[in-house]
């Protein structure tokens, strides 16, 4: 995993570490895949790692919704997850 999608996965581990201490019972979290080309299939670079951070800090993912747009980096899916408090 290269140093970008480290500090994705750092900040993905801090924002659901402060939302359990805060006792928030929902997360949403907005990842955005770093692969430039979103029109292939295949592996979404960064996002695996991320979910797999915020699961990490107790939380589940229960749901997922992708759109794709065009910003000043290029073609990126921005993906909205909707994570769930165990216990």
Do not use: H, P
């Amino acid at each position: 995993m290269g140093w970008i999608n480290n500090a994705k996965a750092d900040a993905a581990t801090n924002a659901a570490r402060e939302a359990y201490a805060q006792g928030r019972r929902v997360l949403t979290f907005k990842i955005i895949e770093a692969n430039v080309t979103s029109r292939s299939t295949g592996l979404m670079t960064g996002v695996g790692e991320q979910i797999e951070a915020i699961e990490a800090q107790g939380w589940d993912l229960a749901n997922m919704a992708a759109a794709e747009g065009k910003a000043l980096s290029g073609d990126r899916t921005a993906l909205v997850c909707l994570f769930r408090r165990r216990g």
